[in-house]
């Protein structure tokens, strides 16, 4: 099944829900005509949350990224599941498509890579990401965190390791670990993964986009969304880019 292209700019406007009950899903916004009882990606997301909890999310003594990478490695991906939320456009490296933010304390996006195109090294902003490959091949360089250098020194990215990762694979990145990029590894396929990130810092805060040659570190602002809820979102421009 093809990635849908985005609807026309003329449709309805989707604007982000912001105040859910703790511990409750998004049921306003989600699209009526997906149920999770036959939609196992819906069931995943359902998951995620119900692992969650209405707590202080992968933080909480009682919530492990095991656990949610577990979830994640069982859903066996099906494109018609999640078709309706990877919105594409060729015009950018990549797009960002909100797809849930549980309770309120994590970001479910799914992204959708042009062939051959990817992010800038950046971190994640003090967050936990957990990315599972839904269709084709990601290609993540792994960087060493920069230490701290004068002003006006460069210090290049040190390049740690190259990992690609399948079709159903899934991986964990945090601050600890280091920075990296994410690249489509096929200069021909369309690349799509879920991204669950917790807390929200990003969004919230933005994140570090880092050069490789010179390692200078740019803030990016990560509140604006592609499309939410499977809705191309019109109300605020989508920047191509990603903690
Ligand atoms: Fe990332």
């Not at 309706?84 to 909100?98: I, M």
């Not at 020194?153 to 159903?168: A, C, E, F, I, M």
Request: with cysteine; aromatic share 6%; proline share 6%.
């Amino acid at each position: 099944m093809p990635i849908p292209h985005p609807p026309s700019p003329t449709e309805k406007k989707a604007t982000l829900c912001t105040r859910i009950p703790r511990g409750e899903l998004c049921r306003t916004h989600s699209n009526p005509n997906l149920k999770a009882d036959d939609n196992r990606f819906l069931s995943l997301r359902d998951e995620i949350n119900r692992i969650l909890g209405p707590s202080s999310g992968i933080d909480s003594s009682d919530v492990s990224v095991d656990e949610i990478m577990d979830a994640m490695k069982q859903y066996i991906s099906s494109e018609k599941d999640w078709n309706s939320f990877a919105l594409s456009d060729p015009s950018r490296n990549y797009t960002r498509n909100f797809v849930d933010h549980g309770n309120g304390k994590a970001n479910l996006l799914l992204l959708v890579w042009n062939p051959g195109k990817g992010s800038l090294p950046h971190d994640h902003a003090g967050a936990h990401c957990i990315m599972k490959v839904l269709k084709g091949s990601l290609r993540e360089t792994l960087y060493n965190i920069p230490e701290a250098t004068a002003e006006n020194k460069q210090q290049p990215l040190s390049v740690r390791k190259t990992t690609v990762y399948g079709n159903d694979e899934v991986t964990y990145i945090s601050d600890d670990i280091g920075l990296h990029k994410i690249e489509n590894a096929s200069s021909t396929e369309i690349a799509v993964s879920l991204h669950l990130y917790t807390p929200p810092y990003a969004e919230k805060n933005g994140c570090h986009a880092f050069d490789v040659k010179t390692g200078k570190k740019t803030k990016v602002e990560m509140c604006t969304y592609y499309s939410l809820y499977g809705q191309r979102n019109v109300t605020q421009e989508a920047k191509g880019r990603s903690c």
